[in-house]
């Protein structure tokens, strides 16, 4: 122990019971797993002759599911695009509850385009069922 140790320095600077936090976020959460992700999304996909990363692709499959007709993928791109959006009555709306929001921005232009959307789907996938018709192959690579 340092025998010409001062407990006055820094007594000015101190945190005092009562006053904001100076560290209100607190101590950064470990990512480990979230990390090796991002780590691996930005990696160059094997095989791909244009070069695209894992991130690249998958959204690419994710965009052809949602053109399919696959609610589920465009509820995803609506997410991550416009943002999740929340409303008391969306079940009313869509037929099924939409995620909740956890993001900021206005939410309830969000939840519009979301809803404008599914309405599309849905109808587009009525006329194809009345037309007799089936979805279009996904566009090959």
């Known amino acids: 122990m340092n ?8 007594k000015a ?10 560290n209100p976020a607190g101590r950064p959460k470990k990512t480990i797993l979230s990390d090796a992700y991002r780590d691996i999304l930005a990696e160059a996909f094997p095989r791909d002759k244009q070069g695209r990363t894992y991130a690249e692709v998958i959204a690419r499959r994710v965009a052809m599911e949602a053109a399919k007709g696959n609610l589920k993928a465009v ?14 009555s ?4 869509t037929g099924h509850q939409a995620p909740e929001s956890s993001r900021g921005g206005n939410a309830g232009e969000g939840y519009q385009r979301y809803v404008e959307i599914m ?10 069922l009345a037309q007799g018709q089936e979805d279009p192959p996904p566009p090959t690579n």
């Not at 025998?3 to 820094?10: E, V």
């Not at 600077?13 to 100076?22: A, D, I, M, V």
């Open 3 to 10: 025998k010409n140790f001062d407990p006055a320095i820094g």
């Open 13 to 22: 600077t101190r945190f005092r019971k009562g006053e904001p936090s100076p």
């Open 75 to 88: 509820a995803e791109i609506t997410d991550r695009s416009e943002g999740r959006a929340r409303l008391e």
């Open 90 to 93: 969306e079940s009313q709306v």
């Open 119 to 128: 309405q599309r789907l849905k109808q587009k996938a009525k006329q194809r």
